[in-house]
């Protein structure tokens, strides 16, 4: 039984890079969600999708972010024009039809941007 | 929107009972959970509250009570590996979770 994995585990980029971050929840979960961590703080939600349908995305995540779920399995999470302050670990998080409160976290992708 | 205040850290002896307190303001309840957080590594679930009461689940307890935005964690017979932090998670609609900072749980020998 695989948990929710996510790829890459750490990404070093430059102010004003792109980069993209990928999820694949626990196999048939329908819930997928995003969350952002910075140090010493609780996770902050960012987006969810039920299957390829994005439901909710928070006002934290400004136009520069864009998450995708195109088939309703993995989902990435692409930043645009890195800032400094997009420096976090950002978690993934999935959940199943039979129990969609129970949210699994993924390894989380440890982003810094210099 | 929501807020959530828990105690930032705390402090026990190694076998002793530690609780730690969440009190939260939310639009809009579905129910709270609590997770486990090392250093380092990604939540992972403990215990989910949707009535009042408390769920006893071997070494950890959860209470809730609805009407009064509050929750506790119960951590009994502490170890080591229980240092970690400890998160409050109220749920809106839509199955969204709010995270509180965290209580950072520092066990010691």
């Known amino acids: 039984d695989t948990g929710v994995s996510q790829d890459p585990r750490h990404k070093i980029t430059k102010r004003g890079q792109n980069v993209t971050f990928r999820c694949d929840p626990i196999s048939e979960h329908n819930r997928l969600y995003w969350y952002r961590q910075t140090l010493g703080q609780g996770p902050e939600f960012l987006t969810y999708f039920q299957n390829e349908a994005q439901l909710e995305k928070s006002r934290l995540l400004s136009d520069r972010f864009s998450a995708e779920r195109p088939k309703g399995s993995f989902s990435t999470l692409e930043i645009q024009r890195t800032e400094q302050g997009d420096s976090a670990m950002y978690l993934c998080?999935?959940?199943?039809?039979?129990?969609?409160?129970?949210?699994?976290f993924g390894p989380g992708t440890r982003l810094t941007v210099l | 929107g929501q807020n959530i205040d828990q105690p930032t850290e705390m402090t026990a002896t190694e076998g002793a009972i530690v609780q730690i307190n969440c009190t939260y303001q939310?639009?809009?309840?579905?129910?709270l959970f609590w997770y486990q957080q090392h250093a380092g590594e990604a939540p992972t679930f403990l215990s989910y509250n949707v009535l009042d009461g408390l769920e006893e689940k071997g070494r950890f307890s959860s209470f809730l009570s609805r009407s009064k935005g509050y929750s506790y964690l119960l951590l009994k017979e502490l170890q080591m590996k229980d240092s970690a932090s400890y998160l409050c998670a109220p749920q809106a609609a839509g199955n969204k979770l709010t995270f509180g900072g965290g209580t950072r749980v520092l066990v010691k020998p």
């Open positions: 998080a999935s959940s199943s039809r039979e129990a969609p409160n129970e949210q699994f």
């Open positions: 939310t639009s809009g309840f579905n129910g």
